[in-house]
């Protein structure tokens, strides 16, 4: 999987051990001005999918999927009672929180919060996930909330925009004999 400086989020983060809601990890990144699909009654012929007048639209992969990859770098280790979670993020503010404008940042996709006691290895894959195009506001990033009690081990994470995930899985060697 390749990735670059400019789509990274964060490269090993380490994450914070007390108990903290919508904490902004490492950068958030300013994916340009919009696309505004002009009024009119034929929109649809306009954009391929449809839409609607006024709307804007942002096409991070230029036609082709970008995924988001949250992976850890640090072993990370929940105490009894801990709970924590990650959320890529949009908003027109670039500190990701309320903006007049907007009621609420809008989470794109949430990870499954981890619950009490659970440990995420090196290596382990917390979250991927295609970006639509379409959705996005101005500014993207990540948040994580650490919740009800603090981190046994507060680890590091990557997370990173790419155009490649990789899929591949290893398997065990077949015996053809």
Do not use: C
């Amino acid at each position: 999987m390749i990735y670059d400086l400019k789509t990274t989020f964060v490269d090993g983060a380490a994450l914070t051990v007390t108990v903290a809601a919508n904490t902004v990890l490492g950068n958030v990144l300013d994916i340009g001005s919009t696309a505004s699909i002009s009024g009119g009654t034929n929109v649809a012929a306009q954009w391929p999918n449809g839409g609607t007048a006024g709307i804007q639209l942002r096409d991070l992969g230029l036609g082709e999927d970008m995924y988001f990859v949250l992976r850890v770098r640090t072993a990370i280790t929940l105490a009894a009672t801990s709970t924590l979670q990650f959320k890529l993020t949009t908003d027109s503010a670039v500190a990701l929180t309320t903006a007049p404008v907007d009621a609420l940042s809008t989470p794109i996709y949430t990870n499954t919060s981890f619950a009490g006691g659970a440990t995420a290895a090196i290596g382990t894959i917390l979250l991927v996930t295609a970006i639509p195009a379409g959705t996005l506001k101005q500014f993207l990033g990540v948040r994580y909330t650490v919740g009800t009690a603090n981190l046994t081990t507060a680890g590091a994470v990557d997370a990173f925009l790419t155009h490649d995930f990789a899929r591949w899985i290893p398997y065990g060697q077949a015996n053809l004999t």
